[in-house]
């Protein structure tokens, strides 16, 4: 199980940081095993008479301190070396790349593809789509508190925050899947705020772009025209926008092509019939304290959303 | 020696209250308080309700409450009556002259919260579980700094 | 009005009685809440703290079981994020800085040989206020209005608009409470150890304990007034639409963290250089041997004391700040492992060529040095900015610090607790069960942090209350949760340890270590006036160089007199009366926590408060009618 790991990278950023971490853990480890032995043996050394040592001895002892205190200082000065090389070594943002914004919001997470064509702007939820092998520039906001994004994989965080624009530069190796989650304590359900990042060939990511950029067909018949029907007049529209229907609404996550995403409510469920219909039957079971309400819907109508939504491919 | 009792039932009834007010009950308040007179005694409530007026653009007509092309919400003066449940009525079925009804854009626990929120702006709700300022431009005082209106009357 | 009555015009057993009859305060009920003896207010701070430790034990106990399985159910994120928001502040304010403070304001006095602190109704004052303090948050927590948004309380989370109910207020005003009372403390230590070292006590023999204080001390006066500000500010945007934090109008939301940190990374040396203190107050009589490198000791401490101002930043590493500005934070940081490295030679050193003797206290240093290290070397980790970003908000930081500060802190307090409970109440701890508390603690304690660095480097980020299956942190978070009953047990044992020696316990004598510091020599439990006679001392280790201490005599013995000395050289400079038991410093701590209970409700409770809060000032300043010499 890999995918959530600082040790497990698949970006030369997080290679980078995997890499120091392992340089500073080895010496670290060793510094350890040297004093835990020095105790040791000083637990184990007789004791000599007198409560106090005879000059020559503090004498001899004082250098030896004093080595090892110069050997401390040289070792930090190593680590700082290195940290400040690390630093150096990643790149500055760069706006001239793909542009992606993220928003941190309690509990989920919006994303915004960039682009000076108003037609190829994108929004999606909860999940980002990257090309491998080229740097991705996020734009990190937050509208409410302040949340942090990380996906050890492929870089280490970054603090989304009120008031501010934050940079951080992905990168993949190779195709695949990657998990995040928000690492800002941002309240009551911080701990069910997980995005994903998919990266993909080129070629996939573009078309998977396109693909996400045309509206939705609505479904003319049976239970998913029924869904439709539902969705669009009951309450799920007030907050919910599926591009190609009538349902326009902004305060929460974006639910075109939803039929396609992975999971439901930020990492909460994965994507299966079944856990859509346990989530609308009372979402306040599985996320206690998420802003989507319990929605007093009977089974068959539930059913039909069900259907309605997970067609959105 | 009652005095003393009186003052700890006192005490204990303060902490309750404040147990009340701090209450999360996310799946809206229990079928025991049909009249939804809890909402307003909740601070978590009113602040979700808070939200929710904020989502569902009520500033479009209503403004922070003094009204606009709708009636202001924090005066003294209610067509329709400024009690909670008067005021859940109005959110849910709608009234003439252009407020829409709600009922099947918002579920019934978040038009409580809402309808506990409104009566937080004329400060109808005990201070401590009116909400504080918002993070955002303020256009007048918070909710919990506002003086208490006048005694509700009918009319506009 | 007869002549007054001096020390040498009577036998020693005249004079002991006279200062016992002088000292001593009534065992009333007035007595008690009047008390300014800085032993029994000592003693009743350190067992509120290790009450307060006990709620935030349980508090982290209900946590692990929560997190033992992957999509529990036992406690929702309501009453989690509560919990270790409590756990987190009680640990913080309510146990370690207080208890780490107070076991000076009992043993600082015995340490200098003087019989009370600078300012006795200061000290009760600050007692009150902290009790206070920290009862209202727990009632607050068991009504349902426990803070939320982490002992941090970063905005906007804790702010006006996300910060709902009083949850945060209450937490902001703990803060007043425990701030106010360690400011107390900490003004009252500086002036003991300035001004009321026994004669020839020289800043080149004072215990390392009481340097460790002194300089703590100083830490806490100019650390804690930038969390006041902070916190005080929060109340106002919260109470009254300031916007210090509303980014929206001018505020900042960094603001926040930078004046939090610019306190909370201090802090953590608030706790952790009076733990150095006890380590160095038990390493010499249980290695029978005087402290190698005492000034490199010293230094340590002032070079930590200074640096620890310098390395706050190191908490923001993601929060988007120049790199620059974060690499100098970095080599800060790292600077600051010199001081505490030169502090673990020297201890090695001294147990190197020493007669060690192996009873529990010495137990707990070794503990310390093995879980410390560990925990000051991930410690340079997260110092490294790069690093950082990965670990930073994860368990491993969560292992570091319990590293650190139950490594660093709690270990040198259990080891503290073994050796100077003789001298509090006079009873000895048992050892056969000090041993077993010992191991217990050693292995429970490294079982339940350990794995938290893997956890967190497999991605697990801090302060979720659940986490699903397929993340595989189950086993591990499991291992941790066995690891935290286990060490809850060792406190248990202690607990059982310190039942059975008060009610059972053989007396103890004054001196059952052999120690050569001043604190051992007067019985145990020390007789209210401390010392007969103001001892003179002339060496660190004054019990082992001059068995029959020298002393000071020509003080009055029929009224509470202390000798004030020179700062430098603790020549004898005159003699200073110290104040009876007074029932004003509870009524002004009362007086003052009401006020500043309601002000979480409004701001008028401020004006009004005034009033009461004047009367009580004047009360407790009233001139007595007596002058000063002959009060």
Request: hydrophobic content about 50%; aromatic content about 12%; glycine content about 8%.
């Amino acid at each position: 199980m890999n995918w959530q790991s600082a040790l497990d990278p698949h970006s030369a950023n997080a290679r980078h940081l995997a890499d120091l971490f392992w340089f500073f853990t080895a010496l670290c480890a060793a510094i350890w095993l040297l004093v835990v032995a020095a105790l040791l043996r000083a637990i184990r050394h007789p004791g000599l008479a007198g409560e106090q040592d005879p000059p020559e001895r503090q004498l001899r002892k004082s250098r030896i301190v004093g080595a090892l205190t110069a050997l401390t200082v040289l070792i930090l000065v190593v680590f700082t070396a290195a940290s400040f090389y690390t630093t150096r070594s990643f790149a500055w943002p760069d706006m001239n790349t793909l542009r992606i914004k993220v928003t941190g919001q309690q509990w989920w997470w919006q994303v915004e593809y960039r682009n000076h064509d108003a037609s190829q702007v994108l929004t999606t939820a909860n999940e980002i789509h990257i090309p491998v092998g080229r740097p991705v520039t996020l734009e990190l906001h937050a509208t409410d508190v302040i949340h942090s994004f990380w996906v050890p994989d492929l870089m280490g965080k970054q603090d989304l925050i009120p008031g501010r624009t934050n940079y951080l530069t992905l990168q993949a190796d190779h195709a695949g899947v990657y998990r995040g989650q928000c690492a800002e304590f941002c309240g009551l359900e911080h701990a069910r705020m997980a995005i994903w990042v998919f990266a993909q060939e080129p070629s996939a990511f573009e078309a998977w772009r396109r693909h996400a950029l045309m509206p939705n067909t609505m479904p003319d018949g049976g239970a998913a025209a029924k869904g439709a029907y539902i969705f669009v007049h009951r309450q799920c529209a007030s907050c919910h926008a599926i591009n190609g229907s009538d349902a326009a609404g902004q305060t929460g996550p974006d639910l075109t092509h939803f039929g396609a995403r992975a999971t439901i409510a930020a990492g909460t469920l994965h994507n299966t019939a079944a856990n859509l219909d346990r989530w609308l039957a009372d979402p306040q079971a599985v996320k206690p304290g998420a802003n989507m309400p319990k929605v007093d819907l009977s089974a068959p109508d539930r059913a039909a959303l069900v259907a309605f939504l997970e067609g959105l491919k | 020696m009652s005095s003393a009792w009186a003052r700890f039932a006192l005490l204990a009834a303060l902490l309750l209250a404040g147990c009340e007010r701090e209450k999360r009950v996310y799946s809206g308040q229990p079928a025991t308080n049909p009249a939804g007179e809890l909402y307003q005694e909740n601070a978590y409530d009113v602040a979700q309700g808070k939200r929710l007026y904020t989502w569902m653009n009520c500033t479009g007509c209503h403004a922070h409450g003094g009204g606009g092309i709708g009636p202001a919400l924090m005066d003294n003066r209610w067509i329709y009556g400024g009690k909670i449940q008067q005021i859940y009525r109005s959110i849910r079925d709608g009234r003439k002259n252009g407020m829409p009804a709600w009922k099947n854009r918002l579920t019934d626990q978040q038009i409580w919260q809402l309808a506990a929120y409104v009566r937080s702006m004329g400060r109808y709700v005990r201070k401590d579980v009116a909400p504080s300022r918002d993070d955002a431009l303020n256009s007048g005082k918070a909710e919990s700094r506002r003086e208490r209106s006048a005694p509700l009357e009918p009319g506009r | 009005m007869s002549a007054p009555l001096l020390d040498t015009d009577l036998a020693p057993a005249e004079v002991s009685a006279r200062l016992e009859a002088v000292w001593s305060e009534p065992k009333t009920l007035w007595g008690w809440f009047a008390t300014v003896d800085h032993k029994k207010i000592g003693r009743r701070y350190v067992v509120t703290a290790l009450i307060f430790l006990l709620l935030g034990g349980l508090a982290a106990l209900v946590m692990r079981a929560q997190l033992g399985t992957p999509d529990n159910h036992l406690v929702g994120p309501d009453v989690y994020n509560q919990l270790f928001t409590m756990h987190g502040s009680t640990m913080m304010f309510l146990f370690a800085v207080p208890v780490m403070e107070t076991l000076g304001v009992y043993l600082v006095p015995l340490m200098i040989g003087t019989r009370t602190v600078a300012f006795p109704r200061l000290n009760a004052f600050s007692y009150w206020v902290y009790l206070f303090g920290g009862a209202m948050l727990w009632i607050a927590f068991f009504v349902n209005s426990g803070p939320d948004a982490g002992w941090f309380s970063y905005v906007p989370l804790a702010g006006p608009q996300y910060g709902i109910g009083k949850r945060s207020d209450i937490w902001a005003q703990m803060i007043t409470y425990t701030e106010l009372s360690g400011l107390a403390v900490a003004v009252n230590t500086i002036v003991t150890v300035f001004k009321m070292r026994c004669p020839g006590m020289s800043i080149d023999r004072i215990p390392l304990f009481v340097w460790a204080q002194l300089v703590t001390a100083f830490m806490i006066v100019f650390a804690m007034p930038a969390v006041m500000v902070s916190s005080t500010m929060l109340i106002c945007d919260r109470l009254v639409g300031t916007h210090f934090f509303n980014w929206a109008e001018g505020g900042d939301v960094l603001l926040w963290q930078h004046l939090f940190w610019f306190f909370g990374h201090p802090e953590v040396y608030f706790i952790f250089l009076p733990a150095t203190g006890i380590v160095s107050a038990i390493i010499v009589p249980f290695a029978r041997r005087k402290m190698f490198g005492y000034s490199v000791l010293v230094l340590a401490l002032f070079a930590t004391g200074f640096l620890a101002f310098g390395l706050w930043v190191h908490h923001m590493f993601v929060t988007g700040l120049p790199r620059l500005g974060e690499s100098f934070f970095t080599a800060s940081s790292m600077a600051v492992a010199v001081p505490s490295g030169m502090q673990i030679f020297c201890w090695i050193a001294t147990l190197w060529d020493g007669r060690l003797r192996f009873a529990t206290p010495l137990l707990f240093v070794f503990g310390f040095i093995f879980n410390f290290v560990a925990g000051g070397l991930t410690g340079v980790m997260v110092a490294s900015v790069p690093i950082d970003t990965q670990v930073h908000d994860t368990y491993f930081v969560v292992a570091h610090f319990h590293y650190v500060l139950v490594g660093g802190a709690v270990f040198p307090l259990l080891g503290g607790i073994y050796y100077w409970f003789p001298k509090f109440y006079g009873r000895m701890l048992d050892e056969r069960m000090g041993k077993w508390n010992f191991w217990l603690a050693m292995v429970g304690f490294n079982l339940a942090f350990f794995p938290m660095h893997i956890l967190g480097l497999m991605g697990m980020p801090r302060r979720i209350y659940t986490y699903p299956a397929e993340m595989g942190w189950g086993g591990m978070n499991l291992a941790s949760t066995i690891g935290a009953f286990l060490f809850a047990a060792s406190f248990a044992l202690l607990a059982v340890n310190i039942v059975r020696a008060l009610r059972r316990a053989p007396g103890a004598p004054a001196n059952p270590w052999d120690a050569g510091s001043l604190e051992w020599a007067p019985a145990s439990p020390p007789p209210p006036h401390n010392f007969t006679f103001t001892p003179v001392v002339a060496s660190r280790e004054p019990l082992w160089d001059t068995p029959e201490l020298p002393v000071t005599t020509g003080l009055h013995a029929d009224r509470r007199e202390t000798v004030i000395t020179s700062l430098v050289e603790a020549e004898p400079q005159m003699c200073e009366s110290s104040p009876p038991p007074s029932i004003w410093p509870f009524v002004a701590a009362l007086v003052i926590s009401v006020t500043l209970l309601g002000s979480i409700f409004t701001p008028w409770a401020l004006v009004w408060g005034l009033v009461p809060v004047g009367i009580t000032l004047i009360g407790w300043f009233w001139p007595k009618g007596a002058k000063e010499e002959e009060s």
